[in-house]
């Protein structure tokens, strides 16, 4: 158990509001990740974080913007939502160690409708 | 451009079979290799990785071989359990990407009774 929460788990907004998502950990890890999953794409980064304020664009970052001012959040915000955004998103950390595997531990996701 | 690529949406096996889910992919720059089981309604879990200097690593009943002048990885459940019903996803990660990950479409793998 890596100590990763998302919140909100469920959301359903209207076209051209903003939406946020929240992830924790409570571990202090410094690199944190934003996924979404569609059928047919599997995982694509939207954006990374390797600290505090140190954030940078992943494959799919148009209408999407991060922040990160405490090692523990990092916040996905949707500017004004759009049906194509319609998704589930999942943050992710990695713990670089001795052995450097690449793993990352994933949070259990918020689905997000955009109607 | 899907640099990580899992051809066969799905795949049914008999419980006691072995499972063999594939992975393609096309930059030679991948040094590391990993797979992920996901259930629904959770986040992947990691299942087992290898390095670009190995052929196959193993932990229980999973295997995974890479044969990297074909770039093809494939993932071994063997003998394969109703519990192992789930999404699998393949992911690699480029050298000069730091920690950040490329992950296949995920292949839905069925283990009947």
């Known amino acids: 158990d890596a100590g990763i929460t998302q919140s909100p788990r469920h959301k359903v907004t209207e076209t051209g509001t903003p939406v946020t998502l929240r992830c924790h950990q409570t571990e202090n890890h410094r690199y944190m990740y934003w996924y979404r999953q569609d059928p047919g794409h599997g995982l694509r980064l939207i954006h990374y974080?390797?600290?505090?304020?140190?954030?940078d664009k992943g494959e799919v970052s148009d209408g999407y913007s991060v922040s990160r001012s405490k090692t523990e959040d990092f916040l996905l915000t949707l500017e004004s939502a759009t049906s194509s955004q319609t998704s589930v998103y999942f943050c992710?950390?990695?713990?670089?160690?001795?052995?450097?595997?690449?793993?990352?531990?994933f949070g259990p996701g918020t689905r997000l409708t955009v109607t | 451009d899907q640099q990580v690529k899992q051809n066969s949406p799905s795949l049914s096996v008999q419980e006691g079979r072995i499972s063999i889910l594939n992975c393609d992919y096309t930059n030679s720059m991948f040094d590391y290799f990993l797979w992920y089981k996901k259930y629904p309604a959770e986040g992947p879990t990691f299942l087992i990785s290898?390095?670009?200097?190995?052929d196959k690593n193993e932990d229980g009943r999973f295997t995974v071989f890479l044969n990297k002048s074909a770039k093809h990885l494939s993932l071994h459940i063997v003998p394969s359990q109703p519990g192992d019903s789930a999404v699998y996803f393949c992911a690699a990660r480029r050298e000069t990407s730091g920690s950040r990950l490329t992950f296949g479409e995920g292949t839905q793998l069925t283990v009947n009774p």
């Open positions: 992710a950390i990695s713990v670089p160690g001795q052995f450097v595997t690449y793993e990352q531990y």
């Open positions: 290898i390095s670009s200097i190995k």
């Open positions: 974080s390797y600290g505090v304020k140190d954030t």
